[in-house]
């Protein structure tokens, strides 16, 4: 059975860090292309970084670009997201995902919905 679980979510004042996990069970994340999405209360989903599977290339959201980090550690089979300098409109629900098309990172961002997704992990900045 495959499984995402995501974990490190909470609750930090503005300008805090966190740092969430993907760890994957039934696959080994190391093959897929791996994204992290968020959904805020009343928003609609939005990709925030994509790291790729073939070359470890990495994509984000422009929201995030220069606070968040997308990292692997394949003996550990997780996908690291660390988490600098958050906002209040940080704030939502975390996922983690992951997709076997080579490609995805160039689409995840779209309408392009991948094949395995994770649980979630509350990420709250507030003062």
């Known amino acids: 059975q495959v499984q995402l679980v995501e974990s490190g979510g909470g609750s930090v004042q503005p300008g805090g860090s966190l740092r969430l996990s993907c760890a994957g069970s039934g696959l080994s994340l190391d093959a897929y292309a791996i994204a992290w999405f968020r959904q805020a209360p009343g928003k609609g989903r939005e990709g925030v970084s994509c790291i790729s599977s073939s070359d470890g290339s990495t994509d984000y959201a422009d929201s995030v670009k220069g606070r968040f980090t997308i990292s692997r550690d394949n003996a550990k089979n997780t996908v690291s997201l660390q988490l600098n300098a958050l906002k209040p409109e940080d704030t939502a629900v975390y996922y983690c995902?992951?997709?076997?098309?080579?490609?995805?990172?160039?689409?995840?961002?779209?309408?392009?919905?991948?094949?395995?997704w994770g649980q979630g992990t509350q990420v709250t900045v507030s003062s």
């Open positions: 995902s992951a997709d076997s098309l080579r490609s995805f990172c160039k689409y995840y961002r779209g309408d392009y919905s991948p094949d395995y």
